[in-house]
């Protein structure tokens, strides 16, 4: 026969197994007593909170949402090469790409037209895009060169594609993706005397 009795679990009196509060010393039995100070409360939601807030618990609550990864693959100073994958778990529709470079006096702005705009894209697929505009665009400088230029000169990436689109639920989204970049010849280019510098770090000397 199961025992009708228990010991306080701060005082050990003898009281009801089914026992709210031990009558000797007063202290809330069973759950009750890790929510009892406003310490345990804060603790545990906190603890909840942060739970929360992990990428699973955040998709699982955040069903409506596409993640567009984009990588710049190559290209020259007419078209730029880019590889966009949809990690999220709902699609999206293609606005339009841009290229912002601050590798002149003036910050500048390229407006692309690519072979993807409008097009939706679909959760778990990658997409190969080529994006142009009428007039010369920055280059993206190739990993190795990047390398040299980020460790023997402390060059940083001074360039920006700027990715538009529009999640499932209508919210509109910008995705910035910075990279080191050459800007066009008649912005610059290279320095002739000093293979891959760019003209623009002449200043930065």
Not at 141 to 149: G, N, P
Not at 184 to 204: A, D, N, R, T, V
Request: with cysteine; charged share 20%; proline share 6%.
């Amino acid at each position: 026969m199961e025992s009708l009795e228990k010991c306080c679990f701060a005082c050990k009196e003898i009281i009801h197994v089914h026992a709210i509060r031990c009558r000797q010393c007063g202290q809330p039995q069973g759950w009750r007593r890790f929510v009892n100070s406003p310490t345990s409360v804060v603790a545990l939601v906190l603890s909840l909170l942060s739970i929360a807030a992990t990428k699973p618990v955040e998709r699982l609550f955040d069903a409506q949402r596409a993640e567009l990864q984009i990588s710049i693959t190559g290209g020259d100073y007419k078209t730029a090469q880019l590889m966009l994958t949809n990690n999220g778990s709902k699609p999206a529709t293609l606005v339009a790409f841009e290229i912002t470079s601050k590798a002149t006096t003036n910050t500048k702005t390229w407006f692309l037209a690519s072979n993807a705009d409008g097009e939706i894209l679909e959760p778990g697929k990658t997409y190969n895009i080529r994006a142009s505009t009428d007039e010369s665009i920055p280059k993206i400088v190739e990993a190795e060169r990047r390398a040299i230029l980020k460790s023997k000169y402390a060059l940083s990436d001074n360039c920006e594609l700027i990715a538009k689109y529009i999640e499932a639920t209508g919210q509109k989204v910008v995705r910035v993706q910075p990279f080191m970049c050459d800007t066009p010849p008649e912005k610059g280019g290279l320095h002739p005397g000093k293979p891959g510098i760019p003209i623009w770090y002449l200043g930065q000397e």
